[in-house]
């Protein structure tokens, strides 16, 4: 494997030290510390510190991916299953961080969307992204008859995306699955019933 | 009236500007700007930024008490009508806003729980006793027989605070009141019917 380029290591670090401390919280010489970088590295692969947390976002998002592959694109498990198994892995994901700093997308969207459009504008690519992934999963339970035909995807989707945003938010609060565990149980024992 | 202290200045514009710019976002400098006071009155009025954080916080709260009472606390409306006039409330303040603040306690859960104990115990603290309101009122709800007896007052009443939260994050990611407005659809349609 080749060594990792300057470039790369800003960015792997550097989204470790923003998930942690936020974005205004992390500043570059953070971010060039925990990288073992040149301070001058920083500005010269970008352009300001928001084109940095654009990248950032984009290695989160592709980290995601992976894991919609597993879960929400998984044609080997039923639909509302892909569902469940995706909560189930954020819920890993975030016990393995000891639940302290939440969702990045989350994390963004409170802190850095009033200071950037371009930001804000990315952060609403992705969640109509993942809102599109759940809806098609439910459209393919109404299609299985495990969901009513009454079911409407695309909101019950908005729903479960900005409900799990909350959980995870509450989560970090109180550094607890509570929350998670509360809105998994209440969503397939009612709205998915 | 009397005039506002310098302390007071600096709360109540601070409290604009952090809400605005987050608090990581929001230097001292910027709040002393925004209260036209010397930038020397911080120090004198608050010991670190933690402790103004945690002031800022506080009037935060008493501003929410004065909607509990009209809504959550309003006797003179049927329980399950003072969650929805809480909803209520809290739409038409995001949208008087122009939906680009979000709420100041998920805010502060995104960005501050990480970097001060004690800001985060005060979230939570705050949390819980929002829950307590919500949960009185369903148990209330139980007791007139709006609710099923099977409704757990507090599981329901932590699950309506995280979503909302959620839906209040995911509102300024779009600057849009639909996730809030799904919320509270999806809410009295399937949860509370």
Redesign the interface.
Known sequence: MPKPSNREKILTEGLRVVH???F??ASVRDIVKAAGVPQGSFTNHFVSKEAFGLEVLQLYYERGQEKARQTLLNEALPPLRRIEAWIDRSREKLTEEGL???CLF??F???????SETI?NR??EI?DEITRLIADCLRAAVRDGDLPPSVDGE??A??I???????I??G????ST??LD??K??LFE??LR
Chains 1, 2 share one sequence.
Do not use: C, D
């Open positions: 942690e401390r936020g205004a919280g302290r700093s939440g989350g994390n969207t409170a802190e850095a969307s009033e200071h804000r952060l609403v969640f909101e019950v908005g729903f995306l900005s409900s799990l945003q909350g959980a938010l509450m970090k609060a109180q550094r509570v929350p509360r809105f149980h209440i009612t709205i």
